[in-house]
């Protein structure tokens, strides 16, 4: 009898342990090509952007409670923690919120492509970049639209879009990128403060939570640094056109990942920190708030996670092409898109590669509440056995 209460006593003792477990990741296929990522704050869950027109949401622990289909093509999507708001665009110029439940609060209409959007840190108001620069507010009102300044660089033959937005925090200023070069920075009553002028198509631009530090790269190979008030920006060249860029938010580090497949680290207004080289060209980069982590996506599929200073923490195979990448404020929570599929990693941890399964089905990484549960039923059946002895 001893004994018998003693196994018994071991398996109540390993339930709530393997209940609490959790995977390193999840994934899911998505029915079409991931374009774009976000993930909040906290690492509760991502919302992806696909090909197919769907707005894709997955929760940190697999669940997938739903999938909103926006029409046609979802190019960028963007989540507001405050408020609970979930942002997408597509390549006819829809522009939808969302609710975290995946009702539809209002859907708008800008000129051409939506090809990046941006929250405000309350969330009250979101920007878009098109053919224009539009602000609209939580309600859906616009509240301006500002035409792309006509470039000679741009040709003349193709009419030049915004690229890349960004947001600060308290939402009293944008930055912006555009195909024809220019860097802008403004207000968000649409004024504008200040311009600066790259060589080439301006890829990504990005700010700091304060407004402090203004970052931007583009295909001259060049990375500029601006500060608020503007001027003659620190800039660096890179050796290879810039295809992602991201800021921390306290503006004191700023990552590049550039065509041909290098990472690098900088401290703006200083020096190069680090570089890491992957051999394929980089679709995406992200870093934490404060620079711990940093993350990119490559050409040939595989996801990466470094520490701040550039050590390598862990490399996961995707089997296709990762086109966004996106970390959590603490940079415990990694949100991926590769091909059809959208993951969710708990960044703590290597992940390890499981079989895909079929459409909408969440695939994870088992290896932890997965044993302790394989132990748990083989106590179980000890202790099935020494009963029946007995």
């Known amino acids: 009898m001893r004994r018998t209460a003693l196994i018994i006593a071991l398996i109540i003792a390993l339930v709530p342990a393997a209940a609490g477990a959790e995977a390193t990741y999840h994934g899911i296929s998505t029915g079409g090509i991931v374009n774009d990522v976000a993930i909040t704050a906290d690492g509760r869950y991502l919302v992806a952007g696909t090909e197919g027109g769907s707005i894709v949401y997955l929760q940190r622990d697999g669940a997938a409670p739903w999938n909103v289909s926006a029409g046609s093509t979802v190019t960028t999507v963007a989540v507001a923690d405050a408020g609970g708001y979930v942002a997408a665009g597509t390549d006819r110029g829809d522009v939808l919120l969302l609710d975290g439940n995946g009702g539809r609060y209002w859907t708008k209409s800008v000129v051409g492509p939506a090809r990046d959007l941006a929250f405000a840190g309350d969330g009250r108001y ?58 802008l920075f403004m207000n968000r009553q649409g004024n504008l403060i200040w311009e600066g002028l790259a060589r080439g198509a301006v890829t990504a631009v990005d700010v700091s939570r304060d407004g402090s530090v203004i970052a931007a790269g583009s295909r001259d190979r060049a990375l500029q640094i601006y500060g608020r008030a503007g ?69 040939n599929g595989t996801v990466r996670l470094w520490s701040g200073n550039g050590d390598a923490r862990w490399s996961f195979d995707a089997g296709a092409p990762v086109r966004a990448v996106a970390l959590s404020d603490g940079g415990d929570y990694l949100a991926a898109g590769a091909g059809d599929r959208a993951f969710i990693f708990r960044t703590a941890d290597a992940p390890v590669m499981e079989e895909p399964t079929g459409n909408a089905t969440p695939v994870t990484n088992p290896t932890r509440a997965g044993g302790a549960g394989a132990l748990i039923g083989l106590l179980a059946v000890a202790a099935a056995g020494l009963l029946l002895r007995r």
Do not use: H
């Open 231 to 299: 001027g003659v920006p620190w800039a660096t060249p890179t050796g290879a056109p810039i295809l992602a860029l991201a800021l921390s938010e306290d503006g004191r580090f700023v990552v590049v990942g550039k065509e041909g497949g290098d990472v690098e680290c900088y401290r703006p207004n200083d020096a190069l920190l680090w570089k890491n080289r992957t051999g394929s060209d980089i679709l995406g980069v992200d870093l934490s708030r404060r620079g711990e982590a940093v993350a990119a996506g490559t050409a």
């Open 126 to 183: 979101l920007v878009v970049g098109s053919e224009r620069i539009t602000l609209f507010d939580y309600r859906g009102e616009e509240e301006w639209s500002l035409p792309v300044g006509a470039n000679a660089r741009s040709g003349g033959a193709q009419i030049p879009e915004i690229s890349s937005v960004a947001f600060t925090n308290d939402g009293s200023y944008i930055v912006a990128g555009s195909s024809n070069g220019d860097i």
